[in-house]
């Protein structure tokens, strides 16, 4: 059990069966709707057992091992998501208190996503920390997935003044940090049993969660990392040709030329971070020039009767979540909304377009991608349904309450 545990009794089954028995979420804002929507669908289709744990895909797959494990380490069944997905639920729930200020949501995460993580903290090894699975001693620890807790924790710190969530976040920034030494000249490596590279994903993040920190404590070791870490990265695997980011250097020196929208969408948000502590333009033109570099490779043109849209879709729901983070950030302190309005209209289009016969998501925003599946058929002919990863629903919803709160 985690150290850090709120000091409040675990209440799951109340908590779920008084959110169950709610009637809409009290707003006619559709993006909140549609939001609230989605955790309703997660916690009915992806609930294990009586446990706040969730199950990686929906349907499940009980014949699936989990991996992820420490070298030698026995797999078992993958019966509940890797800490990963399950994070994105936090996600999820911190987007929504922000966009609604409903206490109910507080609730939810003290009583339930909370406890859950409880599962992957691992006290066998120091620093502490969250491993990638509920096998907490024997599974590896990635320092991304870690920041990103860090960073929903510091948030719902600023939104609540609760010392609690900073107690976490300054948790787990102990052990981002002992991942961080200067072989490449600084930054972080991606997982703690496998230091061959060091990734933007996990030093944009990381930039971002240090001057949050800043901005929560107001102690300067956090502005120093913080720039400290966005320096690197962007000297390191910027592609200075569009100014998004490459994916890692690994120690023998070699770049990664793979793109991903979440490490450009970071840097992107740690931009506009420096920009708005530091006053320096310098951090603002690059996080536009990021912006534009994601529009032009990111968004892609889809007929919508008689419209034209510009569609988010990287192929991946969540990693286009995570740059939605740097596009608002961007539009509240430059007041370009072509970006945001683009979200917008995507999220729109999804929500009548992209979701199964179940009301979820797969890969892709712009359309309901079952009828992609060729094979799995049985003796009568019927499909199997499609698995549909848990990240991806709560990256949906995320976005869509993040969406609820921005003025156009």
Not at 145 to 159: H, K, Q, R, V
Not at 178 to 191: A, E, F, M, P, Q
Not at 266 to 275: D, T
């Given at each position: ?6 000091l ?11 959110f ?17 929507n ?10 294990v ?10 349907p ?14 026995d ?10 997905p399950y ?5 999820m729930m ?17 009583h339930v ?36 807790l860090a960073i929903d924790?510091t ?6 003044g ?7 976040a ?5 052990f ?13 490596y ?6 061959g590279s060091?990734?933007?994903c ?9 001057l ?11 502005l120093?990392t ?16 569009d ?9 023998d020196?070699?770049?990664?030329r ?29 996080a536009?020039?990021t ?10 043109e ?14 991946d ?28 209209a ?16 797969g890969k ?14 049985n003796?009568r ?28």
């Amino acid at each position: 059990m985690n150290n850090m545990t709120l000091l409040r009794p675990f209440v799951f089954a109340a908590a779920c069966a008084a959110f169950f028995t709610l009637s809409g979420c009290g707003s006619d804002n559709a993006e909140l709707n549609r939001a609230r929507n989605m955790k309703k669908t997660i916690y009915s289709l992806y609930r294990v057992d009586d446990s706040p744990l969730l199950a990686e895909n929906y349907p499940r797959d009980t014949s699936a091992r989990a991996t992820y494990l420490a070298e030698g380490a026995d797999q078992s069944v993958n019966e509940y998501s890797y800490l990963w997905p399950y994070s994105g639920t936090l996600s999820m729930m911190s987007a929504l208190y922000d966009a609604a200020g409903d206490e109910s949501d507080l609730e939810f995460i003290d009583h339930v996503v909370v406890e859950g993580l409880d599962r992957y903290y691992d006290t066998s090894r120091e620093p502490y920390a969250y491993s990638s699975y509920i096998t907490a001693d024997r599974s590896d620890r990635f320092y991304d997935d870690n920041i990103w807790l860090a960073i929903d924790f510091t948030d719902l710190y600023i939104a609540t003044g609760n010392p609690d969530y900073l107690a976490y976040a300054r948790d787990i920034w102990r052990f981002v940090m002992s991942g961080r030494d200067d072989v490449l000249g600084d930054g972080i490596y991606w997982c703690e049993q496998k230091k061959g590279s060091k990734n933007a994903c996990s030093n944009a993040p990381a930039a971002v969660c240090a001057l949050k920190l800043y901005k929560a404590t107001g102690e300067e070791e956090f502005l120093r990392t913080g720039r400290e870490l966005y320096e690197w990265t962007y000297t390191t695997l910027r592609d200075a040709e569009d100014n998004l980011y490459f994916d890692n250097k690994s120690l023998d020196g070699r770049i990664s030329r793979a793109k991903y929208s979440y490490n450009s969408g970071q840097m992107i948000e740690a931009g506009v971070l420096l920009y708005s502590i530091t006053g320096e333009d310098r951090f603002l033109r690059e996080a536009q020039a990021t912006a534009r570099g994601c529009y032009d490779k990111w968004f892609k043109e889809v007929r919508d009767g008689e419209n034209t849209l510009h569609i988010m879709e990287s192929g991946d729901v969540w990693f286009d979540a995570v740059m939605l983070r740097g596009l608002i950030a961007l539009y509240r302190a430059d007041g370009d909304g072509r970006y945001v309005s683009a979200v917008r209209a995507t999220l729109d289009y999804a929500w009548r377009n992209g979701r199964d016969a179940d009301g979820l998501f797969g890969k892709f925003l712009s359309r309901d991608d079952s009828a992609d599946d060729k094979g799995g058929g049985n003796r009568r002919g019927r499909r199997k349904a499609k698995r549909r990863w848990l990240l991806t629903q709560a990256a949906y919803a995320e976005m869509s309450a993040r969406m609820a709160k921005v003025d156009l």
